[in-house]
């Protein structure tokens, strides 16, 4: 594993700007890593034996919740584990929190981890469980926050029945007390919503926004897109190992030339209104659903924008909606995982 | 030394198992039948016991017993992927691999030392006895470390002691007395032959060097699973 020139220390205070009487420059190439960055990987693979299962991937997560995407299979659990430390990277090397992982047990102890696997100690009661994390985490009162932090994921720390009695979704939420027990500051959840009923899964998801508005880091892997919604706009896109993209998914989408937009119109002037952008040139296709609504296909949107303006100026219609129908996750999803390898 | 005591005391609530008991208790009924059946004159009898605690007990009960504590102390969490909690957090290696090896006497020094210890003394008197717990407890040391590193490094590390046993301390070990130096049995042995005055076939090492090259595989063994834990991949 190579050395990467990461910052041995998280760098604090906000980027420069530049003063406000001077003539604005171009935009300068994003700085990479973001100097923010609280988790960098750096041209990370892991192969199994003949079998290459991450491959050359760079990313990098700032503070606030980040899902790691991709299909069953794609090297999600593989990323996050090599992130982690659980697992060595095969070339290319990870910083997180302040070190390497694997190495460095501080920045180990900066991290607080949610492993998929079901299995907890099942002999013990969960304050055990939770205590035991505490404990091994070096922080005062581990009873006392392992009461705390089980309260948070809303278990009764007093409950006396051994952990494998549990439903998996009581023991998915002791795994996330234990990871949050310490009050890490990398909190990295592989499938945590595994399990849990919608209400519970509703708390969790607001407790990871709390968290990363509180300026943690908060890294979930999943591959239930609706899920993957409710976390949050930033991606990290895995298919095949590859990193498919990686930022705010709209954003994402709309660098995608290559794949024309599908846009609903509401207006009183169907008729008059699509053929007039037809006739423009503005749109590849077109579907009209009801005497006021048509699905415009367009591989220019300013265009489109512009010429649906004009067309219901010129008809004097009145314009009620334009909808984007596939900039949602699920349609950058497909788009970036169809792509991919 | 906290971290050691809590990780100590889980791993070893984790290995208690109704069938690991079921195997202890097996040996040792078999174990106390041979040897208060073995009969003689006083000193026939002590000759008897000792050759009954090295066969049966140095050479079979404790060292499988031994196996089975050791192999499954983080064998176990390997198999049912909940090492990553203890090996996640920042707590040094060196640390959870002591704990296990804790774990793994605790577990099977009350299983084989005292079973040895009794039926020695009460066949054969105070020094049958004693020199059957120092070896015991020499081989319960000396083959956790070793077998706790085998739990960590081989899937099926079981089998793979079990083969450990009898091809090399059983069979080859036998052969030549270079052999036997490499043999961890020979120093419990050793110890067990001092004590009790009793020629047991053995070229026997000095207590004292028996003392240390059984620490010493211990140490060696916790340095390697140390080791191996920082090198590992982790499920």
Redesign the interface.
Known sequence: MTDAPFPTDPPTGPPATPAPDTMPLPPAPAAWPPPDATIVAYDVSKSFGGVVAVSNISMAVRPGVTALLGPNGAGKSTMLRMLSGQAKPSTGSVWVAGGDPRKDPEARGRIGLVPQQDGVFEKENLLDVVTLAATLSEIPEPRERAREALRTVELDPDLERPVGAFSKGMRQRVKIASALVHNPLVLMLDEPLNGLDPRQRRQMIELFHQLGETGRTVLVSSHVLEEVERFGSHVVVIAKGRLAAQGDFRAIRGLMDDQPLRVRVVTSHIKEVTAALVASGAVVGCRIESDQRVEIVTDDIRRFRREVAVACRHYDARLEEIMPLDDDLESVFRYLVGGAG | M??VL??FR?LL??Q?AVGRFILAGAFTALFVILALTSSGSPSEELESTVLVVLGLGLNLMVPIITLVAATSALGDLVD???L?????????RWKLALAAWLASVAMAAPLTILPLALTSLLSSGATAAVGAAASAALSVLAYSGLFVFLGLLLRRALIWGLLYLFIWEAVLSNFADGVATLSITTYPTSVLANITEVDVGLNPRSTAVSIIVSLVVAAVGVALTARRLD?M???
Do not use: G, N, S
């Open positions: 906290t971290a809590v990780m889980m609530r984790q208690i049912d992927e909940t990553v909690y203890l090996w996640h957090r920042p707590t040094p090198t991949d982790i499920a």
